[in-house]
């Protein structure tokens, strides 16, 4: 982000979202929340693209994912939103009474994109557990 010249709106950017997030939060507004989380991550490979070097992490079948997701929130009305780590791989988040029908959308939609059909399931916990 040294040398983007996306760089200072981004940081206004950034501080708004937190905002909003944090109001999320607390009034429980999960739509908006997850509206924000999605910003964020096409935000950030959009500023790796707009970097000098670019460079380009998100992969076809990241787009196709994406997509399915978006086409699936709007015709079934689930919560569930995406999010990107730095590299190809998305990341779902839904409220876990939505689990059974979205673990059939993964299977039946999104499994055929992910790397020989893998997928970690993972979910909220209680923070870490010293050993």
Not at 11 to 33: T, V, W
Not at 73 to 79: C, E, I, Q, V
């Amino acid at each position: 982000m040294d040398n983007n010249p996306f760089a200072s709106s981004r940081y206004l950017q950034a501080n708004e979202h937190l905002s909003i997030l944090l109001s999320c939060l607390n009034n429980g507004d999960l739509n908006q929340f997850g509206s924000i989380v999605e910003k964020e991550a096409l935000t950030l490979h959009a500023l790796m693209m707009m970097s000098e070097p670019s460079f380009i992490l998100l992969k076809p079948n990241t787009l196709s994912i994406i997509e399915k997701v978006q086409a699936f929130r709007a015709a079934t009305k689930t919560p569930l939103f995406f999010t990107l780590d730095a590299g190809p791989n998305v990341h779902l988040l839904y409220p876990e009474a939505f689990k059974e029908e979205v673990e059939t959308f993964i299977e039946l939609e999104l499994l055929l994109h992910c790397e020989q059909g893998f997928w970690i399931k993972d979910k909220v916990g209680n923070g870490p557990i010293k050993l």
